[in-house]
């Protein structure tokens, strides 16, 4: 990782590196302009951008007219070609929307409504029988369902973290275990000049607040309080690779005032998916997951698709959405400080917009603050990113051709996903600084056994990379030390054995 000295004068100072911060950040990196994102977590994604449903939605869901409705089917279309210039895995699945019966046959009516308006392409409501000629695990309840043949799913660990590798290619800095406490302003409070943070303060003429769950803190720290962002948890199981094929699209169950409904997905690692329930709480980091909640999930996803084998879940985990009231997005520039735009309440589909929420942002910037930054396109500008080679997906030969260069692609480090030593070293030499961010750059401990044999291996590896102790090695950042001690002191001077 390429840790920038603490310097200011930036002319744009994103907050969060979430994918809307990444994907601002890299539309940034196009033009002569100097950046920074401060992230307060130690590894990428780690707010909502970390723990979701992996989804690019078709955009038929948001009522026409909302910034989600407008965002949402364009950032769909420009995933397409995204994933190739960014190397991150997209399966294009799309996407049904299951109805029992004659009431939620209506909402597909209404949804289809939507998807026209919104400019979605292909739609169309089938027969619930027309759905298990193509899918045959689904329920024989579903009555009828409505196909979105545009909508795919992404790895969100790749997707986020190749923005940001992207942008920082181009010039953007990133301070990462850099939070955000408060905002700087010119004298007279007319104008931003920049963020103060744990590491010290850095100036910017421009700062774009995309600090996900805290979006509402930033903004009230700029004197703007016209929205609040209420925390959702979403509760989900994993499931083990050789059950990712019982279904090949995306499910979703007729979607209520709580949300999109529960789904059940073949992700892009054809693992099984499902979940998530939504649940408001008070605690913004509460990332747990409950009996109660798993028990919902696997009630509802049964509707959809019966006779999921539960003990072939490898894990649970729950992400928090950072809801707004409202319930749309918030993008705008406030008239005063000048220089300081807001990108909140960025909840699903926010994954799916945030490319284009980044071209807007940008849009924004220009127009309404030419005094403020200048933009001249870089001609400099590389879009194109490679991801660390995949061994597990890679022939047979050039498995072989890679371990005779370089023995350390022929030593598994994770049996499971098939991780060598040189991904887990290729890892950290691009930034990942914990177990868990090993894990989202190359996936050791996502398999079965979700890190049993593994974890020891990355962190003495990490532990040598990185120059330190093993005992200094964390899973996830400050606070969560892998090891306490070691087993096997020597004896101190004079002690007898
Ligand atoms: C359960 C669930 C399911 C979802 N499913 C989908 C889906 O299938 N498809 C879809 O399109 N969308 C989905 N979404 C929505 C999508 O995940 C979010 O809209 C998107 O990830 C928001 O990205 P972001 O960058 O705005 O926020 P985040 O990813 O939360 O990033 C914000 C970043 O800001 C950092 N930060 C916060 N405060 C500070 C501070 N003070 N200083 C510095 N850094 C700070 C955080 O650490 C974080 O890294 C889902 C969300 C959830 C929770």
Known sequence: MHWPAVRGDYDVIVIGAGICGGTIARELSKYKLTSAIMERASDIPYGSSRANSSMIHGGFDDKPGTQKAMFCPVGNKMYRSLHEELDFKYRSCGSYVCAIGSEEERHLETLLGYGKSNGVDGLAIITGDALRDREPNASGEITAALWSPTAAIVNNFEASLAFVEN??????????????TGLLFSEDGSHIRGVSTNRGDFTSRVVINAAGINSDIISRMAGDDSFIIQATRGEYFIFDRSIGDMVNAFFFSCPSAKGKGVTVAHTADDNLLIGPTSTVQTDRENRNTTRPGLEEVFGMSARLVPNIPRNMAITTFSGVRANSKSGDFHIYALDRPRGFVNVAGIKSPGFTSAPAIASRVVEIVKESMPDLVKFETDPKFVPERRHIPRFADMPMEERERLAREDPQWGQIVC??????????????????????????????GTGRCQGGFCAPRVVEILARELGVSPLEITRHGDGSRVLTGRTKEPPLRGESL
């Not at 950290?428 to 996936?443: D, E, M, S, Y």
């Open 167 to 180: 942008a920082r290619q181009n010039g953007v800095d990133l301070f990462m275990r850099t939070e955000v």
């Open 415 to 444: 049996r499971c996903e098939s991780v060598t030593e040189a991904q887990v070293v290729e890892a950290i030499r691009r930034g990942a600084r914990t177990v868990a961010g090993v894990k989202l750059w190359v996936r050791p």
